[in-house]
């Protein structure tokens, strides 16, 4: 399915990664790929370079969600947010209007 977790996808229950990289830190992500691969850096383009600006998706979830949807959704993709250093508690409480 189109948004089933990545941790499903990947079968991070089965396959131990020794990187997981974010699209946050895009840039140093690729830096390490590009020499652990020999390959010389090329450096990406920046956000605004290609038209993709910041979103602020975080502060609008609660227009969208409801707690107990949030919550189902959270306990759904937790081990993806884990697996990239996320927490997801911020935007759990936010929701709730906390």
Same mark, same amino acid.
């Given at each position: 399915?189109?948004?089933?977790?990545?941790?499903?996808?990947?079968?991070?229950?089965?396959?131990?990664?020794?990187? !997981?990289?974010?699209?946050?830190?895009?840039d140093?992500? !690729?830096?390490?790929?590009?020499?652990?691969?020999?390959?010389?850096e090329?450096?990406?383009?920046?956000?605004?370079?290609?038209?993709?600006?910041?979103t602020?998706?975080?502060?609008?979830?609660?227009?969208?969600?409801?707690?107990?949807?949030?919550?189902?959704?959270?306990?759904?993709?937790?081990?993806?947010?884990?697996?990239?250093?996320?927490?997801?508690?911020?935007?759990?409480?936010?929701?709730?209007?906390?």
């Amino acid at each position: 399915p189109p948004w089933a977790p990545a941790w499903m996808v990947c079968g991070m229950d089965w396959v131990s990664y020794d990187f !997981v990289g974010t699209l946050e830190g895009l840039d140093g992500d !690729v830096a390490l790929l590009f020499d652990a691969l020999g390959v010389a850096e090329a450096g990406l383009p920046s956000r605004e370079a290609v038209g993709f600006g910041a979103t602020h998706a975080a502060s609008s979830v609660g227009r969208y969600y409801n707690a107990s949807l949030a919550e189902a959704i959270g306990e759904a993709y937790a081990p993806d947010a884990e697996a990239g250093g996320y927490d997801l508690r911020d935007v759990l409480e936010q929701i709730r209007g906390g």
